[in-house]
């Protein structure tokens, strides 16, 4: 097993091997081992089941992404969980959470920010 997670991170630094390791754990620990909060969450803001269940399936897609050793497809996964912190963040603020609420999406979004970025230098320079 961490010899198949050794070779799929062959080509890339070590920064962005951690943040996607990173926000690729926060997803799966979020949204699978503290699923019951999201559920309530998505009930405090009265938000639609099938919009949390779709969320759901692309956080988990766009995760997926970020262990594959294509760098696009790293950066498509990343892009896409930034747009969902995005949203995320926007939904937060229009309902006036608390900062300690807002920070994992800030996080998240920051993260992916940096993978985007650092996917981005190394696509180009490969070009």
């Known amino acids: 097993m961490i010899q198949n997670l050794s070779s799929i991170?062959?080509?890339k630094p070590?920064?962005?091997e951690l943040l996607c390791i990173l926000v690729f754990g926060s997803i799966i620990f979020v949204w699978g081992v503290r699923y019951s909060n999201i559920k309530d969450e998505f009930k405090h803001f009265n938000l639609p089941k099938?919009?949390?269940d779709l969320v759901g399936?692309?956080?988990?897609?766009?995760?997926?992404?970020l262990l594959n050793e294509n760098l696009q497809i790293v950066l498509f996964g990343a892009i896409g969980i930034?747009?969902?912190?995005?949203?995320?963040?926007l939904t937060h603020l229009r309902l006036k959470s608390p900062f300690p609420r807002i920070l994992p999406s800030f996080s998240l979004l920051c993260a992916c920010l940096i993978i985007s970025y650092l996917c981005s230098g190394l696509i180009s320079a490969t070009v």
């Open 9 to 11: 991170f062959q080509s």
């Open 14 to 16: 070590i920064l962005l």
């Open 50 to 52: 099938w919009l949390r």
């Open 57 to 65: 399936i692309f956080k988990f897609a766009f995760a997926i992404m």
């Open 82 to 89: 930034a747009v969902l912190m995005i949203a995320a963040l």
